[in-house]
């Protein structure tokens, strides 16, 4: 089928309205229907996407049947249309985590190993930055060189380290994390080697990233 209609176009490029490049051969319908249902959900009609996309709605009504695929340029441009990923539109399933059990105590970093971005999600996702796909960080018990001291001031931690604050080699944050809250305090290099932060009911657990050797991890 897919070969047959390459063929055709090749023979007729102006036939269908739309280049020959944009035609592949698909292994099933999976982007297809996709592309249908994030249609659908954005309220468009095939003649509106098409538009959108300088293509003729014939070249819309291919791809969604599974007769042909867009070609790279407009795969990037349907994704950033329907803010999706470009490998999730040629997997052709979103792949949705399971639900999020709310539960603050399973909070996963993430660190930008480019810019230092910080960002944290409560369940699964992918996340990305700096054109990189970014891995959570596995934290482990506090060592030695990341140790921390933890003293009650009035209502808060007063937590103080010796760990170097170096431009090279600091604490990038700290973060304490209870059942349903999360606190973090971004440390910047050169500052003292001190923070406060105030108490949560139920314990909890503080986080330290270190800049070079990742993340800590300290019961409260
Ligand atoms: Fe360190």
């Known amino acids: 089928m897919w070969h ?69 340029g407009l795969l990037t441009a349907l994704a950033e249309r329907f803010g999706v990923s470009v490998e999730r539109l040629l997997a052709g399933d979103l792949e949705p985590n399971e639900s999020d059990g709310g539960n603050m105590r399973r909070l996963k970093f993430y660190v930008c190993p480019d810019c230092g971005n910080i960002l944290t999600a409560t369940g699964g996702g992918e996340l990305h930055c700096c054109g990189r796909k970014l891995e959570p960080l596995a934290a482990r018990p506090v060592d030695q060189a990341h140790a921390v001291k933890v003293e009650e001031v009035e209502e808060d931690w007063y937590v103080t380290f010796s760990h170097p604050m170096e431009k090279d080699h600091f604490f990038r944050f700290a973060a304490y994390v209870a059942t349903e809250r999360v606190l973090l305090v971004r440390l910047y290099p050169e500052q003292g080697g001190e923070f406060r932060i105030p108490q949560l009911r139920g314990g909890g657990k503080l986080y330290l990233c270190c800049s070079r050797d990742g993340l800590f991890e300290v019961k409260m």
């Open 4 to 72: 047959h209609i390459n063929e055709t176009l090749l023979a007729n490029p102006g036939r269908f309205g739309y280049p020959v490049r944009e035609v592949r051969n698909m292994e099933g319908n999976e982007t297809g229907a996709l592309l249908r249902r994030l249609r659908l959900e954005a309220d468009m009609t095939q003649r509106e996407l098409a538009e959108v996309l300088c293509v003729s709605p014939q070249a819309v009504s291919k791809w969604e049947t599974g007769a042909g695929c867009p070609d790279v």
